[in-house]
């Protein structure tokens, strides 16, 4: 593409949904708050739900880790990259989810970019089949997924070239729909977010369980927003419907609760010794760097044995939609810590987030393409750390850019 084209494109961006502001933060985005552009605000979108990546805890084993291993793992884990660092951290996440083992990538997204086609993609087609009838069948398979699922399932399941159906959101009529029209397919694999990235909902990991089991198909979880959050012992969406049984796969990140960078995928032993040699971004590339595996682990000993900071974040949650609703705000369906304000014209969500942060609150508006078009809100987030004074003075806020923005 040349230049003149790349300009023409970005004005058009520019002209009809305002090119999006990336914002600078000087320092920690850690904490509820942060400096932008040399002043003072509170931040409300950040994923560290639990207020672990600054911990001082992390830190020190960062650090020790750095001075044993320096700074990256010298190739990918089937060739020089799989350093005991690595092999220590997906045996503590799979004790954190209550599964057999657990792989890692470098992200979330990889994780579902690699593991949706390595589950799908024909020769392999039938790995699914395998695990459940211990044969390779070497037919078509089709994948169901709910329409608000996060964009690395969509570019897994493009990548994947399997047959698709999209249900609608959280619609098990659909689904249903989908599952009975689908009996030529030998491998059927239902994929959902536990809890939805843009409108934080729970999905109806119960019933979708129930269908698949009558329908003979497998599921596979994204908890990216769920792990540490959901259920008593913060395992997630299962944990959090009390499923006995696991969802075959469960994909999850390190980049939420856990504070810091990489994607996981958790299930049976099996599975996870076949996504070793299937997944391609997994094989062919580096790891998660070893001073951020040895963070991670300390950041998930802390999650599991402090119960207290998934307890002070649910309050503030309570709080929070309790007194957006006493003043009319709609948070869509929002169940958790996501909790989205409807704005629905892109630019005026432009004009909502930037009077915010004039008034000291960080609160980047979310837009197409992380949502359909004039479906723009801001997408706000809580942390444990939050109190109940900052929580005020943002409905306080909110309430005044309003009155002035109508929206
Ligand atoms: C539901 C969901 N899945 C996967 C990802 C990708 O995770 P990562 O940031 O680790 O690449 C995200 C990230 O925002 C997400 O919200």
């Given at each position: 593409m040349?230049?003149?084209?790349?300009?023409?494109?970005?004005?058009?961006?520019?002209?009809?949904?305002?090119?999006?502001?990336?914002?600078?933060?000087?320092?920690?985005?850690?904490?509820?708050?942060?400096?932008?552009?040399?002043?003072?605000?509170?931040?409300f979108c950040?994923?560290?739900?639990?207020?672990?990546?600054?911990?001082k805890?992390?830190?020190?084993?960062?650090?020790?880790a750095?001075?044993?291993?320096?700074?990256?793992?010298?190739?990918s884990?089937?060739?020089?990259?799989?350093?005991?660092?690595?092999?220590?951290?997906e045996?503590?996440?799979?004790?954190?989810?209550?599964?057999?083992?657990?792989?890692?990538?470098?992200?979330?997204?990889?994780?579902?970019?690699?593991?949706?086609?390595?589950?799908?993609?024909?020769?392999?087609?039938?790995?699914?089949?395998?695990?459940k009838?211990?044969?390779?069948?070497?037919?078509?398979?089709?994948?169901?997924?709910d329409?608000?699922?996060?964009?690395?399932?969509?570019?897994?399941?493009?990548?994947?070239?399997?047959?698709?159906?999209?249900y609608?959101?959280?619609?098990?009529?659909?689904?249903?729909?989908?599952?009975?029209?689908?009996?030529?397919?030998?491998?059927?694999?239902?994929?959902?977010?536990?809890?939805?990235?843009?409108?934080?909902?729970?999905?109806?990991?119960?019933?979708?369980?129930?269908?698949?089991k009558?329908?003979?198909?497998?599921?596979?979880?994204?908890?990216?927003?769920?792990?540490?959050i959901?259920?008593?012992?913060?395992?997630?969406?299962?944990?959090?419907?009390?499923?006995?049984?696991?969802?075959?796969?469960?994909?999850?990140?390190?980049?939420?609760?856990?504070?810091?960078?990489?994607?996981?995928?958790?299930?049976?032993?099996?599975?996870?010794?076949?996504?070793?040699?299937?997944?391609?971004?997994?094989?062919?590339?580096?790891?998660?760097?070893?001073?951020?595996?040895?963070?991670?682990?300390?950041?998930?000993?802390?999650?599991?044995?402090?119960?207290?900071?998934?307890?002070?974040?649910?309050?503030?949650?309570h709080?929070?939609?309790e007194h957006?609703?006493?003043?009319?705000?709609?948070t869509?369906?929002?169940?958790?810590?996501?909790?989205?304000?409807?704005?629905?014209?892109?630019?005026?969500?432009?004009?909502?987030?930037?009077?915010l942060?004039?008034?000291?609150?960080?609160?980047?508006?979310?837009?197409?393409?992380?949502?359909?078009?004039?479906?723009?809100?801001?997408?706000?987030?809580?942390?444990?750390?939050?109190?109940?004074?900052?929580?005020?003075?943002?409905?306080?806020?909110?309430?005044?850019?309003?009155?002035?923005?109508?929206?």
């Open positions: 040349q230049s003149k084209e790349l300009r023409s494109i970005l004005d058009f961006i520019d002209e009809k949904i305002t090119y999006p502001d990336i914002f600078s933060i000087e320092g920690a985005s850690t904490n509820p708050e942060v400096t932008v552009g040399g002043k003072k605000v509170l931040i950040s994923n560290n739900y639990l207020s672990t990546a600054a911990d805890r992390i830190k020190e084993e960062m650090i020790k750095v001075n044993i291993y320096g700074m990256g793992s010298g190739g884990r089937l060739i020089s990259g799989n350093i005991s660092i690595q092999e220590q951290l045996k503590k996440i799979a004790k954190f989810k209550g599964t057999e083992d657990a792989i890692t990538f470098s992200t979330g997204y990889m994780a579902n970019t690699g593991v949706i086609p390595a589950l799908l993609t024909p020769p392999v087609t039938s790995a699914l089949s395998y695990l009838n211990k044969t390779f069948l070497r037919d078509k398979s089709i994948v169901f997924s329409e608000l699922n996060h964009a690395s399932i969509v570019d897994g399941i493009r990548l994947s070239k399997a047959e698709k159906y999209i609608q959101h959280k619609d098990m009529a659909d689904l249903e729909k989908g599952l009975k029209s689908s009996k030529k397919y030998k491998t059927r694999l239902i994929i959902t977010d536990g809890v939805f990235s843009m409108d934080g909902d729970i999905a109806p990991l119960d019933e979708i369980m129930a269908l698949a009558k329908y003979n198909a497998s599921v596979m979880v994204d908890d990216a927003h769920s792990t540490g959901l259920g008593e012992k913060g395992q997630g969406t299962a944990e959090h419907f009390k499923i006995p049984h696991h969802p075959e796969i469960t994909m999850g990140t390190f980049t939420k609760v856990f504070g810091g960078v990489g994607g996981f995928v958790a299930g049976s032993k099996e599975l996870i010794k076949y996504l070793r040699v299937t997944a391609r971004t997994y094989i062919f590339s580096a790891p998660i760097p070893p001073a951020i595996a040895a963070g991670i682990i300390e950041a998930i000993e802390i999650v599991a044995t402090e119960p207290q900071r998934r307890e002070k974040l649910w309050k503030n949650v709080y929070f939609k957006l609703h006493q003043n009319g705000f709609n869509l369906g929002s169940e958790t810590q996501i909790i989205p304000i409807f704005i629905g014209d892109e630019k005026k969500a432009v004009k909502v987030a930037r009077r942060l004039e008034l000291g609150f960080f609160t980047p508006c979310v837009r197409w393409p992380a949502v359909s078009h004039g479906q723009s809100r801001l997408r706000l987030t809580l942390m444990s750390e939050h109190t109940k004074e900052q929580i005020d003075s943002l409905v306080k806020a909110l309430i005044q850019v309003r009155t002035e923005i109508h929206f």
